[in-house]
């Protein structure tokens, strides 16, 4: 019996391994990072001296070109297109470009801030030490952690009180103001264990709650004190604000700023159309419904998807799904609206979207929504301009600028924000591990 039991255990030992020597593993799809690749051309064509340092130009076809360093437009979201393409291939020469970059940000981060208004997380110094902070963790170079770290001290230096909080200027929004800062404090205390961030942050939520505006049956957030025009979706408005107090409530359990959050939502309730679609702005764009990450579904349903986990209530990830239905129904995908012109960016176009749809795929498994974030995201590919070794995109960055067409380099208009799509697209495709999780986006758990 034992040389039997002896003769089936080998026999089976060698049928696993003639399987498994003779067996092809699966292929690599490049196709994603290859065109990634290519996008990067475009922006190694922009690379340029300032004043304040080597840097990338904003539309390298023009000769008025200029650079800046935010995550928005400038050298900070590109760093991050950067550190992104170095995860995905191990090639050190897209570190370095990095590098190269990161240290020009880090030499700008003296005692003092150079506006009060540039602190936001797309547009000043929070984006800024988001980028620092991601390069630390790529590098492990200290210089860039403690970079990070003292934007978070500069914050609090300009920080103006309000009654029970903190705000900056006024601005409440998640690219200017509290709210994007906000993000920015709570990803740096999780990232360094960082005490005074974390407070930081709470006074933050806390000013915002000052500043709400009770009004049609919830509360709403305008963009500045001098901005006034109420545009309720994620970027500029109530639904970023309500993001941030809503992950805010997941840190902290204290109440309040989960019911600020609801109220918010009672409020995008009472002005949504019958597809859930909120206007760009009232009352003169009652009728406009964009669908990008600026003003539409694509920014918005992240603040349903926070809610979801803040209260374990199914109904917010019915509202997600409901609305990418629509847009489907819409076929978005065959014709322009006019809340979705000739655009392709991350901001407010294809690029945008289509990564929205992958996130909402993410979240429900459910492969039609994957497909629907790939069909977008050929469309995309047959509006891009092949020259030389690169690709570029010409596009209308502005709505109501229809002839202003240009190609750019960044993060939100142009081909930073394009390639880190690809990547994402890569990611999925090979079952990658990305590296840049941005603060303003959950996480799908």
Request: include cysteine; charged fraction near 25%; proline fraction near 3%.
């Amino acid at each position: 019996m034992l040389k039997i039991k002896s003769y089936h255990f080998y026999s089976i030992l060698l049928t696993i391994l003639f399987v498994s020597c003779n067996s092809t593993p699966k292929k690599e799809n490049t196709k994603w990072l290859s065109l990634a690749k290519k996008t990067e051309k475009y922006i190694l064509k922009g690379k340029d001296s300032f004043s304040y340092g080597m840097a990338w130009n904003n539309m390298p076809d023009s000769t008025k070109s200029r650079g800046d360093v935010s995550v928005y437009s400038g050298d900070s979201g590109i760093i991050l297109f950067y550190l992104e393409l170095y995860n995905a291939t191990k090639d050190t020469t897209y570190l370095n470009q990095a590098k190269i970059g990161a240290n020009t940000l880090e030499s700008l981060i003296k005692d003092s801030i150079t506006s009060p208004y540039f602190t936001g997380l797309y547009a000043g110094y929070s984006g800024i030490g988001f980028t620092l902070a991601e390069t630390y963790k790529v590098t492990k170079n200290k210089k860039y952690k403690t970079a990070a770290l003292k934007i978070v001290d500069l914050l609090e230096q300009y920080a103006e009180k309000t009654d029970h909080g903190i705000e900056w200027k006024g601005f409440n929004d998640i690219m200017y103001g509290s709210a994007g800062i906000g993000l920015y404090l709570q990803y740096i205390s999780d990232k360094f264990d960082y005490k005074k961030a974390d407070s930081l942050s709470v006074l933050a939520a806390n000013g915002l709650i000052d500043n709400a505006i009770d009004t049609l049956g919830g509360y709403r957030w305008v963009f500045s004190p001098k901005l006034t025009k109420p545009m309720d979706n994620f970027s500029h408005g109530t639904a970023g604000v309500a993001y941030f107090l809503s992950e805010t409530y997941r840190r902290t359990k204290d109440k309040k700023f989960l019911d600020a959050s609801l109220q918010a939502t009672k409020l995008l309730k009472n002005i949504e159309n019958s597809k859930g679609y909120i206007p760009h702005d009232l009352p003169k764009g009652k009728d406009l419904y964009y669908h990008g990450w600026c003003h539409g579904p694509a920014g918005t349903d992240r603040l349903f998807y926070s809610l979801y986990h803040s209260t374990d209530d199914k109904k917010w990830i019915d509202r997600i799904t409901t609305t990418a239905d629509y847009l489907i129904t819409d076929n978005i995908d065959k014709e322009e609206k006019p809340g979705y012109w000739n655009n392709v960016s991350r901001c407010c176009g294809t690029a945008g979207i289509a990564e929205y749809y992958a996130w909402v795929y993410e979240i429900t498994n459910n492969e039609k929504y994957l497909n629907f974030s790939e069909k977008l995201t050929e469309n995309l590919l047959a509006k891009a301009t092949h020259e030389n070794d690169y690709m570029k995109w010409v596009q209308a960055e502005h709505r109501v600028k229809p002839e202003f067409l240009a190609a750019q380099t960044g993060l939100m208009q142009g081909n930073a924000g394009i390639g880190l799509w690809f990547l994402e697209l890569d990611a999925i495709h090979n079952n990658k591990k990305k590296l840049i999780q941005f603060p303003d986006k959950p996480k799908v758990e």
